[in-house]
């Protein structure tokens, strides 16, 4: 079945940058797109971005353009997502989100087990 | 951005009574041309990520129970868990997938056992 496995948890300083990986199992990586979607400790689903696996192609949500990038490795069925200039604001569970249909309709009907990223000084 | 919003924050249900969740968006999520609605619900539980309920704002996810159903049109929709069980203590999500790819949830509802 389809199972997305995400990297360990990562605690980083102030102004560093983070990559969390996503391996995909079950299904043709390159035939569904990856989603990104965080939540801060107590908080809400805030979403990120996607890919493409196939072309690579990426969208991000406005907040996010500039300090998010979003890359596969077709190879190892693997997305990545890599948030850059780090702040403490950036703290919260990061996961990853298989999209229900091939053209990316934006509906996510698996989800990875989260990977979670503190930033503290 | 297409704003959600959930009411209530949280409440509090009798076993097997009925919950209900109302979602507000700030434009219509309902794509005239394929008259579906692009709305989806899911739950989560402590310490999981959450999983998919509906989609189309009434379509079922497979495996999930019956009791769960969603309606609505444009811009107002409900979640309803007809007979609430102990296992659907959660917090509950909407989204729109509308405005693919900016999407965007609600900020959550709280449902707990009375």
């Known amino acids: 079945q389809v199972q997305l496995v995400q990297s360990g948890a990562e605690v980083k300083k102030p102004g560093a940058s983070v990559k969390v990986s996503c391996k995909a199992f079950?299904?043709?990586?390159?035939?569904?797109?990856i989603h990104w979607v965080r939540q801060a400790p107590g908080q809400g689903l805030e979403w990120m971005g996607r890919?493409?696996?196939?072309?690579?192609?990426?969208n991000f949500a406005l907040k996010f353009q500039g300090r998010v990038t979003m890359t596969r490795d077709t190879s190892i069925s693997t997305a990545y997502m890599e948030l850059i200039r780090l702040i403490s604001d950036d703290t919260a569970v990061y996961y990853c989100?298989?999209?229900?249909?091939?053209?990316?309709?934006?509906?996510?009907?698996?989800w990875g087990q989260g990977t979670m990223v503190a930033v503290s000084s | 951005d297409i704003v959600m919003t959930q009411s209530p924050d949280s409440l509090a249900v009798s076993l097997g009574e009925r919950a209900t969740i109302n979602c507000k968006s700030s434009?219509?999520?309902?794509?005239?041309?394929?008259?579906?609605?692009?709305l989806a619900w899911y739950q989560q539980k402590p310490g999981q990520p959450p999983k998919l309920l509906i989609y189309?704002?009434?379509t079922r996810e497979s495996g999930v129970p019956d009791r769960f159903s969603g309606s609505g049109s444009g811009t107002d929709f409900t979640l309803t868990i007809r007979s609430l069980q102990a296992e659907d203590v959660a917090v509950y999500f909407c989204?729109?997938?509308?405005?693919?790819?900016?999407?965007?949830f609600g900020g959550g509802t709280k449902v707990e056992i009375k």
């Open positions: 989100a298989h999209d229900i249909l091939t053209g990316g309709s934006g509906v996510f009907d698996v």
């Open positions: 434009q219509s999520v309902l794509y005239s041309s394929k008259n579906k609605n692009y």
């Open positions: 989204q729109q997938y509308y405005s693919t790819p900016a999407l965007t």
């Open positions: 079950g299904y043709t990586f390159t035939d569904y797109y």
């Open positions: 890919i493409n696996p196939n072309s690579g192609g990426t």
């Open positions: 189309w704002a009434s």
